[in-house]
């Protein structure tokens, strides 16, 4: 154990300024103490109102420089992604109970040894003198000199902790390693065994590709890969969805009108299976049940040519209202959208396809959505589960007879997979489950009759898919 910490059993209230009212100051101090202000506003927003990271980071970035933007985009995500082992290390250096730590001062710990453990092109110095003075505004010197002490102890003691870490018992060393929540691991290593388990933790903290998916209903695809060569944008399609493109350098490529002229929707490749699995047809009737965003409703009234009835739900009007607006952006005109919740549909029609992309865990997800792992609770899976059930009981009522309901996640959990099929395949003996092979690669199916993706396998999010048709009885 680390034999210097520092104590601070009273931190000194707070001398008026609260976390995301700092305003006057801000503008009183450096642009790149700014910016680190952000960094902390944004990472306790998250932890205490449980806001959303890439919605926070879309909104309230935009005034700053592009290198500061470049600069809070990577210390918040880096901070989410290894909380758990940063978290590790400070409690090691802080005598008293670390937990009942201030947030915003957590957070300003949190982000400046994110910095000096894994970014090489900021001095140590600075980060330190950074750190010392946003704690001396916001709160006190007293705050600035237990900031200032824990972070010249981190750089003491680096080595010393990391050869700590590395005699740890063998779960709690896996955890801090990888920086996932025991629970999580655990649950992963008696799914897939410890190999694989460990290919998701590192997969998950890894910075993720970018995918868009090309829309041919507004797109030109000679246009588009004309001009991308012309900004020298590297990009590469992918072999066998090659509507979906791999994006090298997304901020520069968010500098075209490609996104705002509604050619390109950002998707991840796995997105697309479900679609593929529906197979929509021009003139057929369809329902997607969890339509936002709406890049999978998109795809399908693009597969459509527009023609035939889409029908896309969504249960909280906010986010209806932004797939309405996405979906008028990608130019569908077949399609309809109504704020409902599809538990208890307000209509009693009959589709020929419907597409339920359940609400889940978002396991396979956790490297785009860096501040889900810390968000989810074990408690979470069950009641997903009989919200899964629920959908899948709607949509076997209203879809007709011969026709089909595509259920997908984006996670790996078994509980929310398999399982869900299995149950409802007992109760409901007027579905079966469709062949897939030689509609899909050998390498996505997991059987015959249903499709699972990993992130560190299939270089795309993790997913599950499956068909299943309603027989004439």
């Not at 670390?98 to 910095?115: E, F």
């Not at 972070?151 to 590395?166: G, H, P």
Request: glycine fraction near 4%; charged fraction near 30%; hydrophobic fraction near 35%.
């Amino acid at each position: 154990m680390p034999d210097e910490k520092h104590r601070d059993s009273r931190l000194p209230n707070s001398k008026g300024s609260q976390p995301g009212n700092n305003a006057d100051t801000d503008s009183q101090i450096p642009s790149q103490i700014n910016a680190r202000s952000k960094i902390i506003d944004i990472l306790t927003r998250v932890e205490t109102r449980h806001s959303f990271t890439d919605k926070l980071l879309d909104r309230e970035i935009e005034v700053f420089p592009e290198v500061d933007r470049g600069l809070i985009t990577e210390v918040v995500n880096g901070v989410l992604r290894w909380r758990y082992r940063l978290d590790w290390y400070l409690s090691r250096l802080y005598v008293g109970q670390y937990d009942t730590l201030i947030p915003d001062v957590k957070n300003n710990l949190r982000s400046s040894v994110y910095q000096l453990m894994y970014l090489d092109k900021i001095p140590a110095y600075a980060v330190l003198n950074e750190a010392v003075e946003i704690a001396k505004k916001k709160y006190n010197q007293k705050t600035a000199n237990l900031v200032n002490a824990i972070l010249r102890n981190y750089l003491r003691q680096a080595r010393k902790l990391a050869f700590v870490e590395m005699k740890l018992e063998y779960m709690e060393r896996l955890c801090v390693m990888y920086s996932h929540p025991q629970w999580m691991v655990q649950r992963w290593i008696e799914q897939w065994g410890v190999d694989d388990a460990i290919e998701l933790c590192k997969n998950n903290n890894q910075r993720p590709t970018i995918t868009v998916r090309l829309n041919n209903l507004l797109a030109n695809s000679d246009s588009f890969f004309k001009m991308m060569d012309e900004n020298g944008i590297e990009y590469e399609a992918h072999e066998e969805f090659s509507e979906f493109i791999r994006i090298k350098n997304f901020s520069e490529f968010r500098k075209l009108d490609f996104l705002k002229n509604g050619w390109v929707s950002v998707q991840d490749i796995s997105t697309g299976i479900p679609v593929r699995l529906l197979d929509p047809q021009p003139g057929d009737k369809i329902l997607d049940m969890c339509a936002a965003p709406g890049g999978k409703s998109g795809f399908i009234a693009e597969k459509m040519q527009n023609q035939g009835f889409l029908l896309s739900m969504e249960k909280h009007p906010n986010r209806a209202s932004q797939l309405r607006e996405n979906l008028k952006r990608l130019g569908v005109q077949n399609g309809s959208v109504i704020a409902a919740d599809a538990t208890h549909l307000p209509l009693n029609e009959k589709f020929d396809k419907i597409l339920l992309d359940a609400p889940c865990t978002g396991f396979g997800v956790l490297n785009k959505r860096v501040d889900l792992r810390w968000k989810r609770k074990p408690q979470d899976l069950e009641n997903l589960q009989r919200l899964q059930r629920k959908l899948l009981e709607v949509a076997a009522d209203i879809v007709d007879v011969n026709g089909i309901v595509v259920y997908s996640t984006c996670t790996i959990e078994t509980d929310e997979n398999e399982r869900i099929i299995e149950k409802f395949l007992e109760q409901h003996p007027g579905f079966k489950l469709e062949n897939l092979v030689g509609e899909l690669p050998d390498k996505y199916l997991w059987n015959h009759t249903s499709v699972r993706t990993f992130s560190h396998r299939h270089q795309m999010d993790g997913s599950f898919a499956v068909r299943l048709r309603k027989v004439p009885r």
